[in-house]
């Protein structure tokens, strides 16, 4: 089955970190780019990082530029978020997404004191 699995995400104070995964199966991760999205409480879908296929290239938001971190692991088919220095804003759900509309299911992130 070709699917996502996101984990990782969890209750932080303003100013912690977190180290969200995506776990990918049923396909070559290494032959896509990927992005972390995130929706907030009522708001709409906002795009936060991309990453080539080969991690050699990656883009950030400039709400998180700065801040959050991604990487990649081709050969464990896996795909990593790590999020520094987080604020309340930050709080959403995060969802990992490859091209052709495929994605997870998200992970909880919540940044309150």
């Known amino acids: 089955e070709v699917q996502l699995v996101e984990s990782g995400g969890g209750l932080v104070q303003p100013g912690g970190s977190l180290r969200l995964s995506c776990a990918a199966s049923?396909?070559?991760?290494?032959?896509?780019?990927m992005t972390w999205v995130r929706q907030a409480p009522g708001k709409t879908l906002e795009w936060i990082s991309s990453i080539s296929s080969t991690g050699a290239v990656t883009n950030y938001a400039d709400s998180v530029k700065g801040r959050f971190t991604v990487s990649r692991d081709n050969a464990k088919n896996m795909l990593y978020l790590q999020m520094n220095s987080l604020k309340p804003d930050d709080t959403a759900v995060y969802f990992c997404?490859?091209?052709?509309?495929?994605r997870g299911q998200g992970t909880q992130v919540t940044v309150s004191s």
């Open positions: 997404a490859r091209l052709g509309g495929l």
């Open positions: 049923g396909f070559a991760l290494r032959i896509y780019s």
